[in-house]
């Protein structure tokens, strides 16, 4: 049974540009949470997903953010015009569905925006 | 809102020594669940323990231990023996309820240095 998984690892870009990231959740479950995590601090949720639909998202999650889970597997989080304070850790966690079920977290994406 | 606070930045122990990460936390609600994530250097959150807020008893899993008093609003975290390996970043997290899902609030982590 293989964890979650996320792409790229790292990524460096300008400001200003675009980036996309992807999420592979632990194959049956079926809720799948975004997070950033900056230097020093514990991870802040970003927004959630059961199945396709994104059930909340965080006050975080400016307009220039978009996460999306088109067939309910994995999950895309796009950042359009880069800024420097989007340069963060960005976390993927899966869970099963129930009311307190444990998320477990992909080995993240840490962006740097120069 | 509901918060967790680790008051312990930074803990440096010779290996063997055992040491305890507080976590402290506020909410509002009845029914919750508290967890412990271990961060090594790789980034990765890994999980520890799940415990739910009517159960108090501690429970031991080979050299962790957690203390969790309702009472006084507190998950603590003991490791018996530390090693080397125990090196990382140890977040507490408090689990909301959002009617579809759970959002994790963390605290801001305690960084564990064991040395030999």
């Known amino acids: 049974d293989t964890g979650v998984s996320q792409n790229p690892r790292h990524k460096i870009t300008k400001r200003g540009q675009n980036v996309t990231f992807r999420c592979d959740p632990i194959?049956?479950?079926?809720?799948l949470y975004w997070y950033r995590q900056t230097l020093g601090q514990g991870p802040e949720f970003l927004t959630y997903f059961q199945n396709e639909a994104q059930l909340e998202k965080s006050r975080l999650l400016s307009d220039r953010f978009s996460a999306e889970r088109p067939k309910g597997s994995f999950s895309t989080l796009e950042i359009q015009r880069t800024e420097q304070g989007d340069s963060a850790m960005y976390l993927c966690?899966?869970?099963?569905?129930?009311?307190?079920?444990?998320?477990?977290f992909g080995p993240g994406t840490r962006l740097l925006v120069l | 809102a509901q918060k967790v606070t680790q008051a312990q930045t930074e803990i440096s122990v010779v290996e063997k020594e055992d040491v305890t990460l507080d976590c402290v936390y506020e909410?509002?609600?009845?029914?919750?669940?508290l967890f412990w994530y271990k961060q090594p250097p790789s980034g990765e959150l890994v999980f520890l323990i799940r415990r739910n807020s009517f159960d108090e008893q501690n429970e031991i899993s080979g050299r962790y231990s957690w203390n969790f008093q309702k009472s006084t609003s507190s998950f603590n975290f003991t490791i018996t023996a530390s090693q080397v390996v125990d090196s990382a970043v140890y977040f507490c997290a408090l689990s909301e309820w959002t009617g579809g899902g759970n959002k994790l609030t963390f605290g801001t982590g305690t960084q564990l240095k064991v040395e030999l």
């Open positions: 909410t509002r609600d009845t029914t919750y669940y």
């Open positions: 194959s049956e479950h079926n809720r």
């Open positions: 966690a899966s869970s099963e569905q129930g009311s307190r079920e444990t998320q477990y």
